[in-house]
T-cell receptor, first 112, second 111 residues
Framework: NAGVTQTPKFQVLKTGQSMTLQCAQDMNHNSMYWYRQDPGMGLRLIYYSASEGTTDKGEVPNGYNVSRLNKREFSLRLESAAPSQTSVYFC???????????FGSGTRLTVV | GEDVEQSLFLSVREGDSSVINCTYTDSSSTYLYWYKQEPGAGLQLLTYIFSNMDMKQDQRLTVLLNKKDKHLSLRIADTQTGDSAIYFCAERGSGNTPLVFGKGTRLSVIA
């Protein structure tokens, strides 16, 4: 009953460093999503993948890239981290039909 | 783009009912959702309602939908301190478009 697993849970980066946030789901969901959550801004969609092999930009894609590695895994890459990317990042997946999302527990990223 | 609006804060006394309100703009919404986020955790789906319904009840939770006014509410009966959290409203448009979330309402329950 793992649901959506995100790694790492915490990360501190220096400006200019790169890193990849990992996300995996075990519910056989077709669609997966990356959001960032900032105080007063709610959840903002970065990228999503409606199905294996497809990815689309969301509201705030600049500075990020994604890879839908297979049906289970959807990774988010920061090529050159900036302080403005300090945030909590959530991965989610959704089922067909009602389309309710299952969220991971988040990655808290600080860029100094 | 489509928008979902919520008030940011709500404070209630333990044992009272809480009502969290949400408005949305997408006239083609198919499903509407309420999520709960506890401190340091991800969002947890509480309940959802299909757009052709006007009410759904699930134990202490009652969802009311006024499709004409594009207004959604979540009522929590007998609010407990464990209900303190941020509550997000979200709507899904037609097709397989991603959910649009509100900014969340922080519910504080006073003992």
């Amino acid at each position: 009953n793992a649901g959506v697993t995100q790694t790492p849970k915490f990360q501190v980066l220096k400006t200019g460093q790169s890193m990849t946030l990992q996300c995996a789901q075990d519910m056989n969901h077709n669609s997966m999503y990356w959001y960032r959550q900032d105080p007063g801004m709610g959840l903002r969609l970065i990228y999503y993948s409606a199905s294996e092999g497809t990815t689309d930009k969301g509201e705030v894609p600049n500075g990020y890239n994604v890879s839908r590695l297979n049906k289970r895994e959807f990774s988010l890459r920061l090529e050159s981290a900036a302080p403005s990317q300090t945030s909590v990042y959530f991965c989610a997946s959704s089922e067909q039909g009602t389309g309710g999302y299952t969220f991971g527990s988040g990655t808290r990223l600080t860029v100094v | 783009g489509e928008d979902v609006e919520q008030s940011l804060f709500l404070s209630v006394r333990e044992g009272d009912s809480s009502v969290i309100n949400c408005t949305y703009t997408d006239s083609s919404s198919t499903y509407l959702y309420w999520y709960k986020q506890e401190p340091g955790a991800g969002l947890q789906l509480l309940t959802y309602i299909f757009s052709n319904m006007d009410m759904k009840q699930d134990q202490r939770l009652t969802v009311l939908l006024n499709k004409k006014d594009k207004h959604l509410s979540l009522r929590i009966a007998d609010t407990q301190t464990g209900d303190s959290a941020i509550y997000f409203c979200a709507e899904r448009g037609s097709g397989n478009t991603p959910l649009v979330f509100g900014k969340g309402t922080r519910l504080s329950v006073i003992a």
